[in-house]
């Protein structure tokens, strides 16, 4: 959890690059008349506003603990997070759906169609960019766990939201790229509809995933598991610890708070008090993301 400067960074390279393409999908969109690429503008319009949600999400869950909030804001960025996902699901999916099914009903003659194409061909360079950047920031967390692995496991839901988004963006502007070019070359718009539909799908599937994943960060999660094993070998190879009950964690965006229950090696020449303090330490040491930490010495669970 000590990559936070990564997320960050990986936000403002979405946020530059969805912002460029935003613009040229809307005069593309205005330029051809596709309802794909209305679409995509949509998409991306409301992706840069996800982005601004989440540095907002990241600035506020860096406040101190007060006497309101005694255990800090860190969860706020899951529940801006959650925002995004109801954004990314209403207004970029509902709306795909919405603009495939009106030009279904109303079709309408796509024109300059060879504009729409350079543009996509531009957005997909740029998501590609901005999610190999993502991808860099991943990959310094992940732990050689495959990708679907660390999206079920990772307790960043700034990162879960910009890689779902990117890779959602990439889905989207290959499905606008066919729904358009087989509109050119068969003449039939409602290639075009169907374009906008798949787009709004793939959006609607994702923001689900996302949705459900930061719903268990708002509900409460531990550590991630290679973490929280990670905790227990260190504890089992204390001297002062000769066996562990109970660990208990708690993620509160990128802190941590620890609960820890075990049987303690007495000593004559130091106390209780000064074996857990020094066990304490050792602990934040090795895991300085654990803002809290609770030890309790007992002699059975």
Known sequence: ??????????????????????????LAAL???????????????????NQLLLLLGLKVSKRPPSLEHPLGSGK???????????????????????????????????GHEYVAVIVLLFAIFAEGFALRGCIQAINKVRNGRSFFRWFRESRQSELLIIFSEDSAAILGLIFALVAVVTSWITGNP???????????????????????EVKALLIGQGVE???????????????????VYNLLTLQMGNDVMVAIKAKINRSEDSSVEELINFTEKEFKERFPQTMWLFFEPDLRD
Request: proline share 2%; aromatic share 12%; net charge negative.
């Open 1 to 26: 959890m000590a990559h936070g400067s990564d997320s960050v960074k990986s936000i403002f390279l979405a946020l530059g690059a969805n912002l460029a393409i935003a613009i040229a999908k809307l």
């Open 31 to 49: 330029f051809t008349g596709s309802g794909s690429m209305i679409a995509e503008a949509i998409h991306s319009f409301s992706d840069c506003g």
């Open 76 to 110: 706020a960025i899951y529940f801006w997070s959650f925002i995004v996902a109801l954004i990314l699901f209403s207004v970029g999916g509902g709306y795909s759906i919405y603009e495939g099914l009106h030009k279904l009903s109303h079709p309408q003659e796509l």
């Open 190 to 212: 409602l290639y075009d509809a169907y374009g906008s539909i798949g787009i709004g799908v793939i959006l609607i599937i994702v923001a689900f995933m996302v949705g459900l």
């Open 225 to 243: 598991p290679h973490i929280k094993s990670e905790m227990e070998e260190f504890l089992n190879e204390q001297e002062a610890v000769e066996h």
